[in-house]
């Protein structure tokens, strides 16, 4: 059974279990104002992407900390939920988090396979998802829904923010490497688009198998033997590890710059790569170097309260419950149409990122920085060159 099939069949049969609760999906999680919220937090604690959802879940709960336990005057009660390794355990997930635990809305997912998994059911059941990761680019274009919103990015745009800059710093063609599912394949559709646009040559372009990929000499061999002056890449989480420090040992970051989207050096990754993934240049709307008081004074607070940086995974989901406490201040109710009806009134978010909002198709518009790995203080760090057009 492919990914399309068994999501098509999951879904189904909770709308079937959805419809079995009677009236309830349309109210519960909220019920009346002033009483206790259930807010369903879905990310991934097993698999892959596990450390990412670790830092999601840190985001969302400092931002509840922060505020005393509250989002818009609501006392929240969190549920989590294990999205794991991809659909086939997130869509069942975040449907339990819906129709047995009667969350209100649902926050979180890192992977974009899920989140395309889930958009029917959010749409069907009528309850908000705010997508905190995963970036699909389906799920603000061509199926965005009223009651799915994201709080991250769009693959395609990030890919899209490097693709003029790696034209003009390249000096000769570029070969595209990437996990085999739909972030890497829009992350490198993205930036070939704009990479290409801005006169940029394409030397080879491979897929490699998602969340099976260890041992990455047969592609670096692949590349050498191209000709290509520089790589451009999408790997996040433990493949985003493997493939750098592979890259470094097998030689080629000494001869061909690499570069990627801003997951290939984030957070714990980049510890785990340390020196050898200095000089990597990204594309990312976050970095823990962004010298702003509001970015200084949240990282600040992460480091006190879980004793490391933050990540741009941990922004995006504080930045989810930032949109929710404005959107529960509208809705007290908190009930699926008019929780909608509020998010999009939420107007500006003050980020760690910088200001954003949620631009006509529910997607975070935002700035991006072209960031590049540097040996800062006895550790490692994405530095901050310049804002990316
Ligand atoms: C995604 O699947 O959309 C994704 C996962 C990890 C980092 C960035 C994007």
């Known amino acids: ?48 992407y596990a450390p990412l959802g670790e830092d999601m879940r840190n985001g969302f709960k400092l931002y509840l900390d922060q505020h ?84 991250s990015f769009a693959n395609g745009k990030v890919g899209a923010a490097l693709g003029p800059a790696v034209a003009e710093d390249a000096k000769g063609g570029v070969y595209l490497i990437a996990a085999d599912y739909a972030a890497g394949r829009e992350m490198v559709g993205g930036f070939r ?70 997951f290939l050096t984030e957070g714990g990754v980049l510890d785990a790569q340390g020196e050898a993934a200095v000089g990597v240049k990204t594309s990312l709307h976050y970095s823990t170097e962004l010298d702003t008081p509001r970015n200084k004074e949240f990282v600040a607070a992460y480091r006190k309260a879980f004793n490391e940086p933050p990540t741009v995974y941990a922004v995006q989901a504080h930045d989810a419950a930032a949109v929710l406490d404005k959107a529960l201040a509208k809705a007290p109710g908190a009930e699926g149409d008019a929780l909608v009806k509020a998010l999009g009134g939420v107007g500006p978010i003050d980020s760690p990122r910088g200001q954003w909002s949620f631009d006509a198709d529910h997607d975070a518009q935002q700035k991006y920085y072209l960031r590049e790995v540097r040996s800062k203080d006895g550790t490692v760090v994405n530095a901050v060159i310049r804002e990316l057009k």
Request: hydrophobic share 40%; glycine share 16%.
């Open 68 to 151: 005393g336990g509250k989002l818009g005057g609501r006392t929240i009660k969190l549920v989590t939920a294990d999205e794991g390794a991809g659909p086939q355990t997130g869509v069942p997930a975040a449907q339990k988090l819906v129709t047995q635990d009667q969350a209100a809305a649902v926050v979180g997912v890192v992977n974009s396979a899920t989140a395309l998994g889930l958009r029917d059911f959010f749409h069907e059941s009528k309850r908000p998802l705010l997508v905190a990761n995963a970036g699909a680019d389906d799920i603000t274009g061509a199926r965005k829904s009223d009651y799915v919103w994201r709080t």
């Open 1 to 48: 059974m492919g990914y399309r099939s068994i999501i098509t069949a999951l879904s189904a049969s909770a709308l079937v279990l959805a419809g079995c609760g009677g009236s309830s999906l349309g109210q519960s999680g909220g019920g009346q104002s002033g009483g206790e919220v259930k807010i369903g937090l879905l990310v991934p604690l097993s698999g892959v």
């Open 193 to 262: 688009k704009t990479f290409e646009a801005a006169g940029g040559k394409v030397a080879g372009e491979k897929y490699t198998p998602f969340g099976k990929t260890q041992d990455y000499q047969p592609y670096l061999s692949a590349i050498r033997a191209s000709g290509a002056k520089a790589v451009y890449t999408f790997y996040a989480g433990a493949e985003a590890v493997s493939f750098v420090k592979q890259y470094k040992q097998f030689g080629l970051a000494g001869e061909t710059p690499l570069y990627g989207t801003g």
